[in-house]
Every structure is written in structure tokens, then in C-alpha cells.
């Protein structure tokens, strides 16, 4: 039974003094080190080829540089993208060690993948809102990597290249989507508002000389009229035109982007049968469990015959408890030691009890997203700073049926099971895990079909340990959210491959999914303005589920839950397809 997955390495290891001169016995140490250097190298010619990438990944030494992008700069990065993988094919990938097999994997991946968007996907052509010089400036304003006039005298150097840059953009479009233009439009306008007042107001008070401050106040007009131009083109000569093409990428590019994204086992028709699949189990599970509960919340009441009225009406109740508006914080802070007591309580993983979450409001140049929650991660080259989990308070400003809305989207139930997602044991807890991991290339092209399928597969693995006491209220409403999911990935392929339309899409979460109108319509606005990141939750917890349902028949009694998650977490953000390959080896 072993001897089938004996290690690949152990087979090649027997094979070596066959094939290799005697006097060579340790070939496999000298590729992995080999590999190790040429990592470190490509790693460092990509951030000059792309600054902004390095400059989001916290290497800031390119800071200054805008890169146009222009024809010159897609040549050059397709020479920069051929000789690379040329040189990743010196490696054989049976030569090197697990960890740097996976490595191999994911570089040829994002090569392979950063070639094909050029040549073949070409959103550079139709997806205006690939050009915000705002957003990036942004970026460096807020950064605290370097002091104000350093941070300054980058953006200067960047907004020098503001009428080139846009003046490029311009060139590449062909035919953009309507939906994107919009996007772009107001994106670029709030672009605009990252050249006002407040960059005026830090050069004022910045060490600058006269001069610098001058030249810089010159190219922040400059830069604001080049904005001003492009917004005007893209609402005159693009939506004044009315010739758009389609935002739907169709078939074949979907499925394309799905295997480079994905990196899943399944192909993204396969992944989509699963998640029908799925919610219609789901769908049942609600329906006996509203039965249930029905009785308890609205007695004397006539049972609806039909169930998913039925299950709307009971969860309409189970949504009534929640925090208070202005206690919504307080409701998450209490929650984390809980969380962090029933994973050690019940053995689910080993925590770092060194690397404490730090629970804050989210601050306020964050706010706004629409994300009620978030963690904020340090990066690859920033490994001992804090990790923040942001709670957003509500809004000052909304209005009393907004609040409620929101508080009952984030009732006593679900509000758990956000926080297993997010903090304990979801994103943080595999964030400290993925940092212990020392690949520099997993920490920058990991996988986040990888990363969501933990976090959404860890609020099913906690309820079925009996957090939240096995409650039918309690799984009712985790149905619902991972229904959520699981309609994202259907709406996914529904909108980009089957062409949907909109009415049919927003109806199909109202009624299917229990959404509010609200909540399906900026579902279905991102739908249309990206494609297959909405798959990566479903697809990414799926196979982190069949690989564990694999590895417990295979092992009987002898499986371990701790020790599985532990294993699993132990590669980095690695694709769940080559870490399956690897645990299933042993
Ligand atoms: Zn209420
Ligand atoms: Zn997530």
C-alpha cells in the first residue's frame, strides 16, 4: 500500500547513479540551490519590469518608476516573459524538492498566464479602467515605507510621465465595454481627488526645496488635465459612440482564465456542475431545517407550502437578532477569544499564541470598500509588523433601514461565522501559517482559490465540531452564506460563458439565493466586471474538501484532523491540486 506512492523523489533518487556520472551522487541538493538562486534573480528583474507590483508586495525601490503602456513596454515584456521560462525549463521538475516543485509550477503559471492576457485576452484593449495614475499616487502618498519628501519626490518623478501614460492608454483601446468604461470613468474621477487638496496641503508642509515644490505643483496640473482628457475622451468619443463590445468573454477565453487563475484539478464546466450540485443539496438541507424551526419563531402560524418561501420566512426571523449599531465592533472583539479557545479546546490546529490578531476599526483612508471586515497581512518583505483584523463601524451617515439592513446581513449567526472566515481559524490563521512557509514566490503568486477555499471550507469544519452548539438556526444560516458562494460561481459562468440576462440573474439570488435586491444587484455589477475570481471561493473549498474526505478513507482510523490541517497549511498558498499531489504521496 505505501510502496504506490512512494515519494517520486525516493524513485529518482534510486534512478540518479544510473544516469549521472559516480562522482555527482548529490544532484538534487545542487539543483534545488541552483533553483534558489534563479529565484532570487527572477524575482528581482520582475519588480524593475513591473514597479507597481513590487511597490503593492512592499519592495519599494522602484517607487519612482510609471512604467508606460505602451507597445514597447508589451514587446519588452514579452522578451522579459520567453527568456524566463526558457530558463525555468533548466529545470527539470523532477530534479528539484516538493516545495520547489510547486515553485516551478507557479512561476511557469504566471508567465504562461501574464503572456496569454496580453496576446490572447487583450483586457488592455476593452478594459479602460486598467489606467488610473490616481490610484497608484494614492498608494504612495499612504505608504509609511519611506518619509513624506521621499514619498513625495517619487510621485513627482511618476506624474512627469502622466500625459504619456494616458496618451497610451488612449492608443490601446478598441472597442472597450460599456461596463468598464462607466468603471473607469469613476474611478478616474476619484483619481482626481487624489491630485487635490491634501497632496497640496503635504507639499506645502514637506522639506522640499522651493524649486521641488514648484516643479511638482506644475506636474500635479499636468497630470490632473491628462486625467481630465482621458475622462472626457472615455465620456465622449466611448459612450458617445455607443460602440461597445460585449463585457462577456465567452467560452473559451473563460475556461482559459479559469485554468490559470483556478490552477484546480477540475476544469471550470466541471466546477460549475459541482456547485449546482451543491446548491440544491443545500437548498434541501434549508428546507428541513426551516421546517423545523418554523413553528418555533412564527407559531400558529400557516406553514407555507412552498419551501423556499418557507425557508425565506424563518431565516426573516433568525436575522432579527443582532448587534446594536453602535456595538457592532465590540460584538466582533468579543468573539476572536472564543474562537481562539475552541480551535486549541478541540485540537483543530496549532496557533501561535506569539502572533496575537489585533482587532481595530479599519481606518479610515480604508473605508468605504463595502467590506465590513477584512485582514490586513503583512507582506513578504515586512514578516514581523502586526496583523490587523478591520471591522468597519456602520456609517455614520446611513440611515436607520440601511443600518438594519446590514445588521440583519450580519446577525448573531452569521457575524460567527464572518469571523471564522476572516480571523480564527480562516484568512489569519493560514496567513501565519503561509508566512512560516519561507518561498518568497508562494507568498506573491499564491493561490487564492487556495487561500478563500480554507477560509469558507473552516466555517463548515468548525460548525461540524460543534461550534455554535449544532443548532438548526445555526446551520440555516450557513447555508445561506455558503449558498452565497456557491451562487457566485454559478453566476460566474451564467453571466460570462451563457449570457444571462441581468433580470434572470438578479432573480435567481433574490429567490434562490434569499439575497436582497441590493445585495443581487452588486452582485450581478461584479459579475459583469470581472471574470472567474467569483468562482475562486467555491471551486478552492471543494477540492479542499474532497482532498480531506480522500485522505480519511484512505486512512481509516488513523486520520487526524489536526494533523491534516496542519499538513495542509504547512506548503504556503500553494494551488490545493499540488499540495493534494503531495499529502497523498506520504
Ligand atoms: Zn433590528
Ligand atoms: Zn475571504
Not at 219 to 234: D, K, N, P
Not at 389 to 416: C, F, I, M
Request: proline share 5%.
Amino acid at each position: 500500500m505505501k510502496l504506490r506512492y512512494l515519494p517520486l523523489l525516493a524513485l529518482l533518487a534510486a534512478a540518479l547513479p544510473a544516469c549521472h556520472p559516480a562522482d555527482r551522487p548529490a544532484a538534487r541538493p545542487t539543483a534545488d540551490a541552483r533553483f534558489e538562486a534563479f529565484k532570487t534573480r527572477f524575482i528581482a528583474d520582475l519588480w524593475r519590469e513591473d514597479p507597481g507590483l513590487a511597490s503593492a508586495q512592499g519592495y519599494h525601490k522602484y517607487d519612482s518608476l510609471l512604467v508606460i503602456p505602451d507597445s514597447v513596454q508589451r514587446r519588452r515584456a514579452a522578451v522579459f516573459g520567453e527568456k524566463s521560462l526558457g530558463a525555468l525549463a533548466a529545470f527539470p521538475l523532477d530534479s528539484l524538492a516538493p516545495g520547489n516543485r510547486i515553485d516551478h509550477r507557479l512561476l511557469a503559471n504566471y508567465l504562461r498566464s501574464a503572456r496569454w492576457q496580453d496576446d490572447t485576452l487583450r483586457a488592455w484593449q476593452w478594459n479602460p479602467a486598467a489606467y488610473n495614475l490616481g490610484a497608484g499616487i494614492g498608494e504612495l502618498l499612504n505608504g509609511h515605507h519611506f518619509g513624506l519628501d521621499r514619498r513625495l519626490r517619487n510621485i513627482s518623478d511618476q506624474l512627469n510621465h502622466a500625459t504619456e501614460y494616458y496618451s497610451a492608454a488612449k492608443g490601446n483601446l478598441r472597442r472597450p465595454t460599456q461596463e468598464h468604461t462607466r468603471l473607469a470613468i469613476k474611478q478616474n474621477e476619484g483619481g482626481l481627488a487624489v491630485l487635490g487638496p491634501a497632496l497640496a496641503d503635504s507639499v506645502r508642509r514637506s522639506g522640499l526645496s522651493a524649486r521641488e515644490k514648484k516643479e511638482l505643483a506644475d506636474r500635479i496640473a499636468t497630470a490632473r488635465l491628462a486625467i481630465e482628457s482621458y475622462v472626457a475622451f472615455l465620456k465622449t468619443d466611448v459612450l458617445g459612440a455607443h460602440r461597445f463590445r460585449s463585457f462577456r468573454i465567452g467560452r473559451a477565453l473563460f475556461d482559459r482564465k479559469f485554468a490559470f487563475d483556478i490552477q484546480s484539478r477540475f476544469s471550470a464546466a466541471e466546477v460549475y456542475q459541482q456547485a449546482q450540485k451543491h446548491k440544491a443539496e443545500l437548498l434541501r438541507d434549508m428546507g428541513r431545517r426551516a421546517a423545523r424551526l418554523f413553528p418555533k419563531y412564527l407559531p400558529g402560524q400557516p406553514v407555507p407550502a412552498d419551501t423556499l418561501r418557507l425557508i425565506r420566512a424563518v431565516v426573516g426571523q433568525l436575522t432579527l437578532k443582532h448587534a446594536p449599531r453602535d456595538g457592532f465592533v465590540d460584538a466582533v472583539k468579543r468573539q476572536i477569544p472564543a474562537l481562539v479557545a475552541f480551535v486549541n479546546d478541540h485540537k483543530l490546529l496549532t496557533q501561535d499564541p506569539g502572533k496575537p490578531l489585533v482587532v481595530r476599526e479599519t481606518p479610515l483612508y480604508m473605508r468605504g470598500s463595502g467590506a465590513g471586515a477584512s485582514v490586513s497581512a503583512p507582506g513578504p518583505y515586512d514578516k514581523g509588523a502586526n496583523t490587523y483584523y478591520n471591522v468597519e463601524p456602520l456609517p455614520a451617515a446611513w440611515t436607520a433601514a440601511q443600518a438594519e439592513s446590514y445588521l440583519r446581513e450580519y446577525n448573531d449567526y452569521t457575524l460567527q461565522i464572518l469571523n471564522i472566515h476572516e480571523a480564527i481559524p480562516g484568512h489569519y490563521t493560514q496567513l501565519v501559517y503561509a508566512n512560516r512557509s519561507p518561498s518568497l514566490v508562494k507568498s506573491i503568486f499564491g493561490n487564492g482559490a487556495m487561500v478563500e477555499g480554507w477560509a469558507v471550507y473552516t466555517e463548515r469544519m468548525m460548525l461540524e465540531q460543534g461550534y455554535g452548539q449544532n443548532t438548526d438556526e445555526m446551520w440555516l444560516l450557513w447555508d445561506k452564506w455558503n449558498l452565497r458562494v456557491t451562487l457566485n460561481t454559478i453566476l460566474d459562468r451564467a453571466v460570462q460563458v451563457d449570457n444571462i440576462a441581468e433580470k434572470d440573474a438578479v432573480a435567481l439570488l433574490e429567490r434562490e439565493g434569499f439575497q436582497e435586491k441590493a445585495e443581487a444587484e452588486g452582485k450581478w455589477l461584479r459579475a459583469t466586471l470581472s471574470q472567474v475570481q467569483l468562482s475562486s471561493y467555491f471551486a478552492g473549498y471543494t477540492e479542499i474538501y474532497a482532498l480531506r474526505d480522500e485522505l480519511k478513507q484512505r486512512r481509516g482510523k488513523a486520520f487526524d484532523l489536526k494533523a491534516f490541517h496542519e499538513q495542509f497549511l504547512s506548503y504556503g498558498s500553494a494551488p490545493v491540486k499540488y499540495i493534494r499531489e503531495l499529502m497523498l504521496r506520504e
